[in-house]
């Protein structure tokens, strides 16, 4: 997700689009994404306390968010960038931690669950690292991301990665996961059990994008580690 510590520095162009974007789009996705990532978690959990880590957390509003419709859930998140000194040991970033972007540093199944929202198209040459470490430390991984179908949705999502992540120095993927990749994935790093919900709507807000923008490239899996 996005970040105001991914730069420190921004041009007004960058600002533009940063506010654009914001205003358009990001608020009311990043709600829809919180529901829908909230209710798979109470699907797939028991406990009465759910500990929960955001890899690649960004402004870490989905947390923020889950935790306000879930509150059985704790947080802990992690993402590559430094925390700027005035922002450490405020009271929003004392879940937040600096990552290596490889490895997640913490215990064999210290959390419930994993989540990656919209986090390892950006990262494809450590994408089953992150998930092998995803897998030793949670019992569930939950991953938010896209299916391509060919050039059109590759490049339909590689304009909507621009519009939302360019502005905060996040590279544009040069493509996406399709059905197959993720199915092998999965067995590569051993899943006990693997479901997958598509055709999510999270552009129904805006009337001309809605129309180009196709649920199926949307889904989030729930990979059962345990």
């Not at 947390?63 to 922002?87: F, G, M, Q, V, Y």
Request: charged share 25%; glycine share 4%; hydrophobic share 40%.
């Amino acid at each position: 997700m996005s970040s105001p510590i991914a730069i420190i520095n921004k041009s007004s162009l960058k600002k533009m689009i940063i506010s654009f974007h914001r205003k358009a789009s990001h608020n009311k996705r990043t709600n829809l994404l919180a529901n829908l990532l909230a209710d798979q978690i109470q699907q797939h959990s028991e406990e009465a306390k759910i500990s929960c880590l955001d890899v690649g957390c960004g402004d870490m509003v989905i947390a923020e968010r889950i935790n306000e419709l879930s509150p059985s859930t704790t947080w802990k998140c992690i993402d590559i960038h430094a925390l700027p000194a005035e922002l450490t040991g405020t009271d929003k970033w004392k879940k937040y931690s600096q990552f290596d972007g490889t490895h997640i540093p913490f215990k064999d199944k210290e959390f419930d669950f994993v989540i990656f929202c919209d986090v390892l198209h950006h990262t494809p040459e450590n994408t089953l690292k992150l998930l092998v470490e995803a897998s030793r430390v949670g019992k569930v991984v939950l991953i938010k991301d896209h299916f391509e179908y060919g050039f059109v949705s590759r490049q339909m999502l590689r304009l909507m990665d621009f519009i939302g992540n360019w502005s905060y120095g996040i590279n544009v993927p040069q493509k996406y996961f399709n059905e197959k990749e993720l199915s092998e994935i999965c067995h590569k790093i051993e899943a006990k059990n693997v479901t997958i919900k598509r055709d999510i709507d999270l552009y129904a807000h805006l009337p001309v994008v809605r129309n180009i923008l196709s649920k199926k490239w949307q889904f989030i899996a729930v990979i059962k580690t345990k």
